[in-house]
């Protein structure tokens, strides 16, 4: 019973940080930032992305937490699980492939980092920050699509 109990906390957790990290991907890359870069030009909308920037930071790097935390669990707690480096099954090489895009999306993620540092440069110009922002829908766009293709990886796997 206190297992079961467990994998559903554990369960639950997961989503919710799902939620929120891909989340605030989809609503970034497909609302956000073209409404922003359309109504309030480059310099505003910069200025703005890196205050969401500033205070989405530290839910990012929880959910990251609680992904590595309950992601570990539940693997272990998996009867399809059969060991490190064993990709023998359907559900084995999901888990793979969504590994992977997971570590694409902390590479991502740190590119985004990369971007938004550069606007504070001094030598940054308004054509510098215009560049930025398109450098930054596009990554945006990547992070939003891999999070999706995660979605389904994982609704794939606990379909096996």
Same mark, same amino acid.
């Given at each position: 019973?206190?297992?079961?109990?467990?994998i559903v906390v554990s369960n639950w957790l997961h989503?919710?940080?799902? +939620?929120?990290? !891909?989340?605030?991907?989809? #609503?970034?890359? @497909?609302?956000?930032?073209?409404?922003?870069?359309?109504?309030?030009?480059?310099?505003?909308?910069?200025? +703005?992305?890196?205050?969401?920037?500033?205070?989405?930071?530290?839910?990012?790097?929880?959910? =990251?937490?609680?992904?590595? +935390?309950?992601?570990?669990? @539940?693997?272990?707690?998996?009867?399809?699980?059969?060991?490190?480096?064993?990709?023998?099954?359907s559900w084995s090489i999901l888990m793979l492939i969504?590994?992977? @895009?997971?570590?694409?999306?902390? &590479?991502?993620?740190?590119?985004?980092?990369?971007? !938004?540092? &550069?606007?504070?440069?001094?030598?940054?110009?308004?054509?510098?920050?215009?560049?930025? @922002?398109?450098?930054?829908? &596009? +990554?945006?766009?990547?992070?939003?699509?891999?999070? !999706?293709?995660? =979605? #389904?990886?994982?609704?794939?796997?606990?379909?096996?």
């Amino acid at each position: 019973m206190a297992q079961q109990i467990l994998i559903v906390v554990s369960n639950w957790l997961h989503a919710v940080a799902t +939620v929120l990290l !891909i989340g605030h991907y989809v #609503l970034l890359g @497909l609302i956000y930032l073209p409404a922003l870069n359309r109504r309030l030009g480059v310099a505003v909308t910069r200025t +703005v992305v890196e205050e969401v920037f500033a205070r989405i930071r530290p839910w990012v790097f929880g959910s =990251l937490a609680i992904f590595g +935390v309950t992601g570990i669990y @539940l693997m272990l707690v998996s009867p399809h699980y059969l060991g490190v480096g064993k990709f023998v099954n359907s559900w084995s090489i999901l888990m793979l492939i969504k590994h992977v @895009l997971v570590l694409v999306m902390i &590479g991502l993620g740190s590119y985004i980092n990369v971007i !938004i540092r &550069g606007w504070a440069q001094p030598s940054a110009t308004e054509a510098t920050h215009a560049a930025g @922002l398109s450098r930054l829908q &596009g +990554v945006v766009n990547a992070m939003m699509v891999s999070g !999706i293709v995660i =979605l #389904l990886l994982t609704a794939a796997a606990q379909a096996e």
